[in-house]
């Protein structure tokens, strides 16, 4: 079966970068995805990563190493704004369809 | 905000009833996946749909069953409704079979089970 590890809970201070640790344990893999939640929204896509390596867009970054199951969302130059719960998620072949599996999130709170 | 639109937004059902959730999805998106979130927990895959059939399902029973249009849009139905069944309803539209590269989500469906 599908497994993701992330933190339950990260504390950061405004201004500074957070980095959100992800492991999977999956078949079929074909990428692993971010997204961003806040408090009654709907999750928003922040990053995709199909090959090792570091993708960055803005703020945010992403990086994936295929052989060692894990990827991890890098957040820098913190805003309160980003206070929110951020899932990774893979992309598999499940069921006979390709499929996003989440991890249970981790809750960003930034402070002043 | 994405062009994915979800209704209604909360919603309060007896245990046993039935209930139906709609999906619009973004315009020329031909694949609707619906999703459930409880609370504090990550969204878990309930079914695909792509071209108007089912495309995958997830760990949920028979009792959850959809359905697509031709326009796309996409309705989640759950019969003999359970406590347990109270969670966050999340419908996500994309290009290709199981997202592509990005999913786009609506805001939406707050069910309780009383």
């Known amino acids: 079966g599908q497994s993701l590890e992330q933190p339950s809970e990260v504390t950061a201070v405004e201004g500074a970068i957070v980095q959100i640790n992800c492991t999977y344990q999956?078949?079929?893999?074909?990428?692993l995805s971010w997204y961003q939640q806040h408090d009654g929204g709907a999750p928003t896509f922040l990053s995709y990563n199909a090959l090792d390596g570091l993708e960055e867009t803005g703020r945010f970054s992403s990086f994936l190493s295929r052989s060692d199951s894990y990827g991890y969302l890098l957040l820098q130059e913190l805003q309160m704004k980003d206070s929110a719960s951020y899932f990774c998620?893979?992309?598999?072949?499940?069921?006979?369809?390709?499929?996003?599996?989440f991890g249970k999130g981790t809750k960003l709170s930034v402070i002043p | 905000e994405t062009g994915v639109t979800q209704s209604p937004t909360h919603l309060i059902k007896t245990r046993g009833q039935q209930v139906t959730l709609r999906c619009s999805s973004q315009?020329?998106?031909?694949?609707v996946s619906w999703y459930q979130q409880a609370l504090g927990q990550g969204p878990q895959f309930i079914f695909q749909?792509?071209?108007?059939?089912?495309?995958g399902r997830g760990n949920f029973p028979p009792r959850f069953s959809g359905l697509q249009f031709p326009n796309y849009s996409s309705e989640l139905n759950v019969n003999a409704l359970e406590l347990d069944d109270s969670a966050l309803y999340l419908c996500a539209s994309s290009l290709a079979k199981g997202g592509g590269t990005e999913a786009f989500f609506g805001q939406g469906t707050r069910l309780t089970v009383v």
């Open positions: 998620a893979v992309r598999d072949q499940g069921a006979g369809s390709y499929q996003l599996t």
């Open positions: 315009s020329g998106h031909n694949t």
């Open positions: 749909y792509y071209r108007e059939e089912e495309n």
């Open positions: 999956t078949s079929g893999f074909y990428g």
